[in-house]
């Protein structure tokens, strides 16, 4: 059963940090690619970064020079860094993960989230 768990978000002040982490479980981590997504209340799910299992990374739409995404395979887990942070930033945050990068907008292996709130 794939598991797939988000943590590392909280409240934070503008122009600050946090790093997201992603534990999964359950499938071939290190041959799969993985992304993170975010949603804000009435907006719509957003695509963030994604990282193929050799390491290839593509950063989307506002993450691009700010936020990081990394893995580390013998640890399962995924990394989302995000820096100098503004209230726009404010949203749920999911990982996923799937055989092929393309398949990550609709793949059915996401985590719960986990909330980054950002004061002004």
């Known amino acids: 059963q794939v598991q797939l768990v988000e943590s590392g978000g909280g409240s934070v002040e503008s122009g600050g940090s946090l790093r997201l982490s992603c534990a999964a479980a359950?499938?071939?981590?290190?041959?799969?690619?993985l992304g993170w997504f975010r949603q804000a209340p009435a907006k719509e799910r957003e695509g963030l970064a994604t990282?193929?299992?050799?390491?290839?990374?593509i950063y989307i739409g506002s993450a691009k020079g700010r936020f990081t995404i990394s893995r580390d395979n013998a640890k399962n887990t995924l990394y989302l860094q995000l820096s100098n942070l503004n209230a726009g930033d404010s949203a749920m945050y999911y990982c996923?993960?799937?055989?092929?990068?393309?398949?990550?907008?609709?793949?059915?292996?996401r985590g719960q989230g986990t909330q980054v709130t950002v004061s002004s």
């Open positions: 996923a993960a799937a055989r092929h990068c393309h398949a990550l907008g609709h793949t059915p292996h």
């Open positions: 359950g499938f071939p981590f290190s041959s799969y690619c």
């Open positions: 990282i193929d299992n050799d390491g290839t990374t």
